[in-house]
């Protein structure tokens, strides 16, 4: 409980620190001009976006026309993008915004995939974003759940409402040491859709922070259509 209480205090005192002090480079600490926002513009020149050359279903690379994330998993979901490949900055954009406390990254994040959603008319029709939820424990140990952050800012960069359907229910082990099969069987019955259904007869773009073999977009999606939605894409900041 302790525990708890300092993780959340140690959220709390990041979040105020990432307001009052002097904007900076959050990976290489180089001091900000007043128009930029969370890196200088030499750390955000190596940011490499997902433009061309993708599997339409899924969103990942393909090699040589063939898609191999689709061949391995069947997915629910409609279509999936993501935004930026995951890696420098992204990577420690993203560790400083998930173990660091540091919310700014998530604004960050929000801006570039509001620009990459106007190269994706496949989501044009999709008036609803839902967000991954965390489970309650973990959301209180960090004080936020990012891909919430990420998801309420991109709603309201591109007019879309927000909505917050789904419930983590089971406490999963982290996905980041699992296998592609260890993942889906680790979150097996870990979301349901909140009563008092919110999804009947809707359009949802579902948002997270990192694709890596697609299973908790995946899982979540076939909740939400259980729950009666007509259809679910997955729309991520960064791709791994
Ligand atoms: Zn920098
Ligand atoms: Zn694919």
Redesign the pocket.
Known sequence: MANVFLKRLKAILMAGIDILIPPACLVCHTRLGAAQKSLCPQCESQISFVKENF?Y????ELTEGY?E??HQTE?KFELSRSSMHYQTPLTELMHLLKYSGYRSPAAFMAEKMAESLKEYPEFEDYPYITAVPLHRVRRRERGYNQSELIAKKLAKLCGKTYIRPVLRSRYTLSQTTLHRTERLSNLAGAFRVRRGNQVQGKKLILVDDVFTTGSTLNEISGELYKAGAVSVAGFTATRA
């Open positions: 599997c279903k899924c969103g990942s898609c994330t689709c997915f």
